[in-house]
């Protein structure tokens, strides 16, 4: 892992023509770079590099097309391995001359709660990020920006949905990690809110998927109706199967972290219904211009159309659009600016940055059957 960081780093300066370095941080007469910092590897590195894969989509075919003004826009990745103290040192090392213009998709609370006072002390904004939890999200406000919409509107729609089918007995199964047990809470004020009776219980499970037999052992003896699963990777299917040897067969639902896809393909013709948040609109739809270009795009470069990349697709079309309204000399004030009066509409996402930092509210709720298909 240091190998690739190191290599990616030694590239970005060598690349670096050394007279644009008396401009802005990143910028040249003709590139602007941008830094990420995010889990790339082992099992919780899978969403990212597909959330990366339709980034790098966004910002080919805005480079095709003569880019920012005049400037290609190139994206540095480090992988962070989900690590806070890694995170920071990534965050320093991509500030290190030449420099990054702005960063960019950055993953996790632990993560992006580390690095928010580096990204005040040095002025240097933060677009576009993946499974943020809110309370984080809000004391990173003013340096960080968020398309996607929070866990509070993922669990209010969720509450929403099961309330309407009459479910009472509901359990949660949630990464344990402080965004985890926020997710908790955040779902137990959606029913108190609707008047609904408390959660039978949470129960955590480790990243790594520690914990997950005495999760499935507790969740076994509260019998709920449904499951909402906040956790991510491998644990998702293993948790399911595990209740159902234990012959209980309760409705499962998953907050966004949850790559239907990946449960499909682990659990095949054994998947009986699982819904899922999304987070973004239906990837393939045939009517929305957006969508179709992105899928265009996917065939080409051969990358899967998914939620996950069109996530990455959408928070690239972002960036760029921000980018393309700080004019002609982008500066890192005038990127802070743009960002905080943000209004538009992209890929019928309808963003709305003034009010708080997260920009959009679209919470849609889908199922995904046994051979991985999303059915709105």
């Known amino acids: 892992m240091w190998r690739r960081r190191e290599a990616a780093l030694a590239a970005l300066a060598a690349a670096w023509p050394a007279w644009s370095r008396a401009g802005e941080a990143g910028v040249s007469d003709r590139e602007i770079l941008i830094g990420q910092s995010a889990v790339l590897s082992g099992p919780l590195g899978l969403s990212l590099q597909m959330f990366n894969a339709g980034a790098a989509l966004a910002l080919a075919d805005a480079n095709a097309r003569g880019g920012v003004g005049g400037r290609q826009v190139r994206l540095v990745s480090l992988d962070d391995e989900l690590k806070p103290e890694l995170a920071q040192r990534n965050y320093r090392a991509l500030l290190q001359d030449p420099g990054v213009f702005a960063f960019f998709g950055g993953v996790g609370s632990g993560t992006i709660a ?47 949905h099961l309330s309407t089918l009459g479910v009472e007995r509901l359990a949660v199964a949630h990464l344990d990690n402080p965004g985890g047990v926020e997710v908790l809470a955040l779902l137990q004020q959606a029913l108190k809110k609707r008047g609904g009776k408390d959660l039978l219980g949470g129960v955590a499970v480790g990243n790594d998927g520690s914990k997950l037999t005495q999760a499935v052992d507790t969740l076994a003896a509260l019998d709920p109706q449904a499951v909402v699963m906040f956790l991510s990777g491998p644990p998702v299917a293993q948790l399911m199967e595990g209740l159902w040897t234990k012959g209980r067969s309760p409705s499962f639902y998953g907050l966004s972290t949850v790559a239907g896809e990946k449960v499909a393909a682990a659990l095949g013709a054994r998947l009986r219904g699982l819904a899922i948040c999304q987070t973004v609109p239906y990837p393939w739809s045939g009517a929305d211009p957006t969508a179709r270009q992105f899928q265009q795009l996917c065939e080409a470069a051969k990358t899967p159309v998914s939620y996950t990349s069109y996530e990455g697709y959408l928070n690239g079309l972002v960036l760029l659009e921000a980018l393309r309204r700080c004019g002609k000399e982008p500066t890192r004030a005038g990127l802070h600016a743009v960002m905080r009066g943000f209004k538009g509409r992209i890929g019928g996402l309808d963003l709305d940055f003034s009010d708080d930092a997260t920009g959009s509210r679209f919470v849609e709720l889908v199922q995904v059957n046994a051979q991985g298909k999303f059915l709105r």
């Open 114 to 160: 580390a690095v928010t006072p580096l990204l005040r002390e040095t002025g240097v904004p933060l677009v576009g990020n993946f499974a943020v939890a809110d309370g984080v999200r809000q004391k990173a406000r003013g340096a960080a920006y968020f398309v996607r919409a929070g866990y509070g509107r993922e669990a209010e729609k969720l509450v929403q």
